[in-house]
């Protein structure tokens, strides 16, 4: 572990063990109900996209406790797994864009954001910590990690309530 990576493993031991339980939980959660979900056309893209996360902020984590990790090379991983996230987010916000229940733009956008902020302070870091910003990139992946916590939990309980609607 590099001396940038040391002040953050405990950080980093904590959130690998929270977002795999929690994606594992989300994932149990779901699967009671999953037929109903599987009705809904953006109920499980949101899904998929807050489970995305997590394992977006899984990865993170685990990755940042790896003796000898340089920092570029973490950015680098983190983009692509950014790159990745962002394609589950995406395709869940072309979902809730064309959907045909009544919703404002405010409304729609409102259920957009909350997955793209994790995912955006992720790419965020991953290019600090590629352009030799180290300090800042890993306090934008901790931001990362927390708000895909608040993400998921927020977006799973969206779909648990809305599958009994």
């Known amino acids: 572990m590099t001396e940038v990576f040391e002040g953050w493993s405990e950080f980093n031991v904590a959130m690998v063990g929270a977002t795999a339980a929690l994606a ?14 599987m009705k809904s056309p953006s109920l499980p893209p949101r899904a998929a996209s807050s489970i995305a996360a997590l394992v977006l902020a899984m990865a993170a984590g685990a990755l940042g406790l790896v003796p000898g990790h340089a920092p570029a090379l973490y950015g680098v991983e983190l983009l692509v797994g950014s790159v990745v996230a962002t394609v589950f987010q995406a395709h869940a916000i072309r979902v809730i864009a064309g959907d045909d229940r009544p919703a404002t733009p ?6 957009s954001v909350l997955g793209v902020l994790p995912v955006t302070a992720f790419l965020v870091g991953g290019v600090l910590l590629v352009g030799g910003a180290a300090a800042q990139g890993l306090v934008a992946v901790a931001i990362g990690s ?17 599958v009994l609607r």
């Not at 594992?24 to 979900?37: F, P």
């Not at 405010?106 to 259920?111: I, L, S, V």
């Open 24 to 37: 594992g939980l989300l994932i149990v959660a779901m699967s009671v109900n999953i037929g109903e979900i």
């Open 106 to 111: 405010a409304q729609r956008a409102g259920k």
């Open 146 to 162: 927390v708000l895909a916590v608040i993400a998921a939990i927020v977006i799973a309980w969206v779909v648990l309530v809305e």
